[in-house]
């Protein structure tokens, strides 16, 4: 492994300057906060690339037969590397996404009647280079592992030439932004407000017949674009006006996801795991003696904690699977966080991995994140592909990273937009359960999607 530190770039900035290289990804602590937000990550032109389409793996555009989370095993075994402690945790690897649609992998579940984008349901591209930031210490490296050259002279040579490329990239001009484009719209959802208040109320005589605790529904919006649209300088928006902690932009040519996630979906650091499922949202308020109490009446929320509590069994549950007996704690529940537009409760569930177990078996225990299916997790889901009936694609999988020195880091892809040509796509949803009122459902997913409209919206990219 070859090391260069940088001189500091702010990595938004860092990002417009490899804008337009190929199969970007910013992994980016745009919040910033002591423990969630330290790293970010930039990576482009990987020397591989895993996919998985209608349950089939395929490395490079070669199809692989077998089990897909076996061939992911199988592919970051050959390249595993020791970690390094005194730099961030991703050292090269694999980062990008696992679509919700990839639970058929793992449990027998009907098929959505809708496809959206016809998106794969996991593209996972491998990195030799990483371009790391430490917020805490404004530090930041280039960090180099010569794969895929086997041969330990040749993967030294190729380690500093590659340095040396993104050392050069990184000290150019920023690209030019084009900040302003025409209106987006009119924006479409797949329900009408009747009919997401009629789903909901569907979920909730499920729940009162005995057949599930509690669901998930969302609703999908989508919206043409000009051709003035400039996917990263709308990333910079979004980030801006919704600073996240698990916030991400992938661009793979056409295909831009853009990410400004609060929630962790899984990390595994060494042997320890942690998740932070949300469950609970309230609208902020720019009075602040209003905004406390919409705050208080959050925490204090019968429904949301019984939610939250929900969730967090499920995960205990899941964890359990691969975690070693009686290490699975909660050293927090339903905790209040705030972010720019919202509060949430947020609880924290860790736990010990068992030696035999890797980030692939975490990942596939717990995929995907029950803050977003409902519980029992398997029942869920049929009920989210009866009611929503259109493929979730990316929205409720996740996003991130297994490195090659087996740390991983991944969020939920929620507030998340997908960007295929000229069509922009997301989702805003909720938990349902017996306490809920429909209306006020169908009012919560739309503060969770103004901070998307908000951002589509505007004809600057602020946030440089």
Known sequence: ?????????????????????????????????????????????????????????????????????EVLRTLLAKYRQEHRPDLPPF????AGFFGYDLNRTLERLPVPAASGHRLPQ?????????????????????????????????????????????????????LARNDAHDAVGPWHSNFSRAGYI?????????????????????????????????????YCQLRSLNPAPFAALLRYGNLTIASSSPER????????????????????????????????????????????????????????????????????LCDLESYASVHHLVSVVTGQL????????????????????????VRSMEIVTEIERIAREIYCGAIGFIAFNGRM???????????????ATFHAGGGITAMSDPAAEYEETLVKAQRMFDAFATNSSGGS
Not at 91 to 94: D, E, F, Y
Not at 123 to 135: G, K, N, P, R
Not at 287 to 312: G, W
Not at 409 to 423: E, F, G, P, Q
């Open 354 to 377: 068992e030696e035999r177990q890797d980030a692939v078996a975490l990942l596939r225990a717990c995929f995907p994140g029950g803050s977003i299916t409902g519980a029992p997790k």
């Open 265 to 332: 979906f899984l990390k595994l650091d060494g042997r320890r795991v942690e998740t932070r499922p949300i469950k609970g949202t309230s609208a902020r308020s720019a009075d602040a003696e209003e905004d406390q109490r919409r705050a208080q009446l959050l925490v204090t929320s019968d429904k949301d904690r019984a939610e939250n509590i929900m969730i967090v069994d499920l995960l205990r549950s899941d964890l359990s699977r691969v975690c070693t007996p009686h290490s699975v704690e909660v050293p927090a």
């Open 198 to 234: 009629a789903a909901v109320q569907r979920v909730i005589d499920l729940i009162q017949a005995g057949d599930v605790f509690q669901v998930n529904i969302a609703q999908r919006f989508s919206a043409h674009l000009p051709n003035s649209f400039d996917p990263a300088a709308f």
């Open 91 to 94: 050292q090269g690897g694999a």
């Open 122 to 174: 996991s593209i996972l591209h491998f990195y030799d280079v990483v371009v790391s930031y430490d917020h805490r210490n404004d530090r930041s490296w280039i960090v180099s592992t010569g794969w895929p050259e086997q041969d330990p002279a040749h993967r030294a040579t190729r380690a500093r030439q590659r340095a040396d490329e993104f050392a050069a990239l990184l000290a150019t001009a920023d």
């Open 409 to 423: 880091d991944t969020n939920i892809a929620i507030r998340t937009v997908t960007i295929d040509a000229d069509l």
């Open 1 to 69: 492994m070859h090391v260069q530190e940088l001189q500091w770039i702010a990595p938004v900035a860092a990002m417009r300057r490899l804008a337009r290289r190929s199969h970007l990804t910013f992994l980016d602590s745009a919040a910033s906060h002591e423990l969630l937000g330290r790293y970010s990550y930039l990576a482009c032109d990987p020397f591989g690339t895993y996919m998985v389409a209608d349950g089939r793996a395929s490395w490079n555009g070669q199809n692989l037969d077998g089990d897909p989370w």
